[in-house]
């Protein structure tokens, strides 16, 4: 690591750590305290880290350097028992990140259906939530239907801001992996593909760092294909999820600016070339717009697009937003589209909207939206 430059250890490998120990004069093992100190007891400051001696600490502090984990800005707690999070980096940025008590009902993080009747029946639900982490300080895809694509992009988040949210969130829960069972999906504010290399080391350093398994983790992208292929060739790696939202190209350019540099063709493409492992499913999500996307011919449009693919659709009932022109599609027109897509052998679910209330939902992040409730 460069000292000059560096001055937050949050972010670092373990490696790194070690490095970093080693140049200050201090035995490697300290690097391994370190570490642990960030992403198993995720403490706050280098004055908490009992493990180390007082000077070093002091030395920290003197060199400017900071653990630099996160805090939370504000909290917006939802009636369903998502919590709605305001998190704060140092250069006085936020973003939002999501918690969600026992899965969201419709896709576990994992590829298990949340909530499902084997769960239910070891009681094991009680434990288990997923988190959904932001990857940009807002986003530079503009779907139309996006609350957070009206706040522009401002900046990348780095790897450490984008772990730190997940060690904030959990110290602030008191929930401890892998004891506690954590799903971490990477759909907030953000496209993490355009964020890679951050986004990647993160993962990294919430599996080795953190303890949460690669299989509980899944990341969402709007489309960017070049990364598809990559994310393909990682050893470690989120499961897939590609956000389509359209059946077609006329509709989906309309809907996600980005499709006319990468097409459905070409999308489409990289998804059924994408290496999935034993028992893994890509997951194709679909925001339902009424009268807009979510028609009986647009389910079977889209079911033909996605034939002999690997995957599972998620559909979203469009999560309503000022500035959104959109409306939400009413219950019997999301069954009708399920049930079209199931009969044609695509197995699809309703994901159950979370924190509606306190605009946690999807589509719906928005660090600028203000609500007096908390
Ligand atoms: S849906 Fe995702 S990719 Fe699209 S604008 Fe919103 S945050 Fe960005």
Do not use: H
Request: aromatic share 6%; glycine share 8%; charged share 25%.
């Amino acid at each position: 690591m460069t000292e000059e430059k560096q001055t937050v250890l949050l972010g670092l490998t373990l490696r790194e750590l070690t490095e970093f120990v080693e140049d200050v004069g201090q035995p490697s093992y300290r690097g391994r305290q370190l570490y642990e100190a960030l992403y198993r007891q995720r403490l706050g400051s280098a004055e908490q880290i009992s493990t180390l001696p007082q000077e070093f600490r002091q030395s920290l502090r003197q060199r400017g350097l900071s653990l630099g984990v996160p805090t939370i800005e504000k909290k917006f707690v939802s009636s369903d028992g998502t919590v709605r999070y305001l998190i704060g980096f140092g250069d006085g940025q936020s973003v939002e990140t999501v918690w969600m008590p026992e899965g969201d009902d419709g896709e576990a993080g994992d590829g298990s259906e949340a909530g499902s009747e084997i769960e239910k029946a070891a009681g094991r639900s009680w434990d288990r939530t997923t988190i959904c982490v932001s990857s940009q300080v807002g986003c530079a895809v503009d779907c139309q239907f996006c609350l957070t694509a009206l706040l522009g992009v401002k900046r990348n988040l780095t790897a450490g801001e984008i772990v730190g949210q997940v060690c904030a969130v959990l110290k602030d829960q008191n929930f401890s992996p892998p004891e506690n069972r954590v799903n971490i999906v990477f759909m907030g504010m953000g496209e993490p593909f355009l964020n890679y290399d951050n986004f990647m080391r993160a993962v990294r350093l919430l599996v080795e760092g953190v303890g949460i398994p690669e299989s509980r983790m899944t990341v969402s992208t709007a489309g960017i294909v070049p990364r598809i292929y990559d994310l393909g060739a990682e050893p470690v790696r989120p499961k897939l999820a590609i956000s389509l939202n359209a059946p077609n190209d006329e509709l989906r350019s309309r809907l996600m600016p980005i499709n006319r540099k990468w097409n459905l063709e070409k999308l489409v493409a990289a998804a059924r070339d994408f290496p999935l492992r034993n028992r893994e499913k890509l997951t194709f999500e679909y925001v339902l717009l009424d009268e807009v996307n979510d028609s009986a011919q647009s389910a079977r449009e889209l079911g033909e697009l996605i034939r002999g693919v690997r995957a599972k659709v998620n559909l979203i009932a469009l999560n309503p937003g000022p500035g959104i022109a959109f409306q939400t599609p009413a219950e019997n027109r999301v069954a009708q589209f399920q049930k079209i897509l199931i009969a044609a052998g695509v197995p699809t679910f309703v994901r159950r909207p979370r924190g509606r209330d306190i605009y946690a939902a999807c589509g719906q992040l928005k660090r600028t939206v203000e609500l007096a409730a908390s």
